[in-house]
């Protein structure tokens, strides 16, 4: 079993940047993909940005050019830095692996909340 936890949301203002962390605990030595997905108020759950042990990395459209996704597997942790945040960007930001699978894993983490004001 792996346990996600996630960090970092807030409140922030239009054009601020964030950055959210998520480290892994349990059986963290056989994760391969960790991701990042929100989910928007009555919006379905979507890809943000995923990564694998390796460090190829794919983005989601919510991600593409604005965020940047990293990871320490020595603290195994999976980091997402957001930058020139919208209020668009506004929902739960969950943290997400898998054994396997680059992205769309098993294991989730309880979520964050990031709020973006105008």
């Known amino acids: 079993q792996v346990q996600l936890v996630e960090s970092g949301g807030g409140l922030v203002q239009a054009g601020g940047s964030l950055r959210l962390s998520c480290v892994a605990s349990?059986?963290?030595?056989?994760?391969?993909?960790m991701a990042w997905y929100r989910q928007a108020p009555g919006k379905p759950r979507e890809l943000v940005a995923a990564i694998t042990r390796g460090g190829t990395t794919t983005y989601g459209d919510s991600g593409e050019g604005r965020f940047t996704i990293s990871r320490d597997n020595d603290k195994n942790t999976v980091y997402l830095q957001m930058n020139s945040l919208k209020p668009e960007d506004t929902g739960v930001y969950y943290c997400n692996a898998d054994p396997r699978a680059f992205y769309g894993g098993i294991y989730w983490g309880q979520g964050t909340q990031v709020t973006v004001s105008s």
């Open positions: 349990g059986r963290s030595l056989s994760i391969n993909g």
